[in-house]
Nanobody
Framework: VQLQASGGGLVQAGGSLRLSCVAS????????MGWFRQAPGKEREFVAT????????YYADSVKGRFTISKDNAKNTMYLQMNSLKPQDTAVYYC??????????????????WGQGTQVTVSS
């Protein structure tokens, strides 16, 4: 599967953005999906994950209550709604797909496919 992330941009602190991740192919509903991010000079970190059906989600503590992950299997698309953005949310955001997991996945090594990343910059 090929993943294409989009929706990043420059926003002021307190603002919102919605990221999208479009997947190629007909098997999108069989993948656990996730969002990760990498800030300058830091390692890539987990942000959120969603189960194959979209019924289960899990978030990093740093974004819980502010970000919402969702997926539309009919459109082969996953979303990350980001509200109340903070300067520390500035990073390149990556979407990823896991074909073997059991429910949802929080570790990089569990994911088989990665998108190219989209830059999110939050100004103070």
């Amino acid at each position: 599967v090929q993943l294409q992330a989009s929706g990043g941009g420059l926003v002021q602190a307190g603002g919102s953005l919605r990221l999208s991740c479009v997947a190629s192919g007909r098997t999108f509903s069989t993948y656990i999906m996730g969002w990760f991010r990498q800030a300058p000079g830091k390692e890539r970190e987990f942000v959120a994950t969603i189960s194959r059906s979209g019924g289960s989600t899990y978030y990093a503590d740093s974004v819980k209550g502010r970000f919402t992950i969702s997926k539309d299997n009919a459109k082969n698309t996953m979303y990350l709604q980001m509200n109340s953005l903070k300067p520390q949310d500035t990073a390149v955001y990556y979407c990823a797909a896991d074909k073997e997991g059991t429910r949802y996945s929080m570790r990089e090594y569990e994911y088989d496919y990665w998108g190219q990343g989209t830059q999110v910059t939050v100004s103070s």
